[in-house]
């Protein structure tokens, strides 16, 4: 099946900083990237749909200041935590999606520590 | 709008029980449904997928049929095996200008040998 890959897959970072974690689909072209994040123990929350070449929409109280998506190219899509603060801890999971078959391809997320 | 109801975990079973994980859904349209399935400390894996009304998925000895009259996708398994330890997402998806995929809540699966 396709591969998603993320970088990294877990980082640590002090508050006030910005991470980026990077989501690259490996051996298809992903025309719609997705970002979720997820709370230990609970299910995934979508926070932005993005398709290459177009800003991303984000769900309703999702801070796009905050949570910066780039959709530069078919198969890199960028996930800028900005001035991340400790309640911005969580597994973050990009996915992607390439025909219209609406089957998703998951990274296997990026655990983020804000300290 | 569209949702995904699974039941709540845990759920425990000993190594060679029989499994059933029930999800029902509400949707507008006619959605594709999905089983996925995150091993601790990973991302989610699909597990199974059915397209249309009575189709069935399979995959590693699971199984789902999507029924339509019941608006249900409950996932089975004969044999469970300690393997099996996971936690399990139903999921649908519709084609609302982005493939966008709600996902149950999940249900923590603990087999025991």
């Known amino acids: 099946g396709a591969v998603v890959s993320q970088h990294p897959s877990w980082v640590i970072c002090k508050s006030g900083t910005s991470v980026k974690i990077e989501c690259r689909s490996l051996d298809f072209q992903a025309t719609t990237m997705f970002w979720y994040r997820q709370f230990p123990k609970q299910s995934l929350m979508l926070m932005a749909t993005?398709?290459?070449?177009?800003?991303?929409?984000?769900e309703q109280g999702v801070e796009k200041d905050k949570f910066l998506i780039n959709h530069a190219s078919l198969t890199l899509s960028t996930l800028t935590v900005t001035s991340a603060h400790p309640e911005d801890s969580s597994f973050y999971i990009c996915s992607g999606a390439g025909d219209r078959n609406y089957e998703q391809y998951f990274g296997p997320g990026t655990r983020l520590t804000v300290t | 709008g569209n949702s995904v109801t699974q039941m709540e975990g845990p759920v425990t079973l000993s190594e060679e029980a029989f499994l059933t994980i029930n999800c029902t859904y509400t949707a507008t349209g006619y959605p594709s449904l999905f089983w996925y399935v995150q091993y601790p400390g990973e991302g989610l894996q699909l597990l199974l997928k059915a397209t249309k009304a009575d189709d069935k998925g399979s995959n590693k000895g699971f199984e789902a049929t999507y029924r339509k009259e019941t608006t249900s996708f409950h996932l089975e398994k004969g044999s469970v095996q300690v393997s099996d330890s996971a936690v399990y997402f139903c999921a649908l998806s519709e084609n609302t200008g982005g493939f966008k995929t709600i996902f149950g809540a999940g249900t923590r699966l603990f087999v025991k040998a």
């Open positions: 993005s398709n290459e070449g177009s800003k991303a929409t984000y």
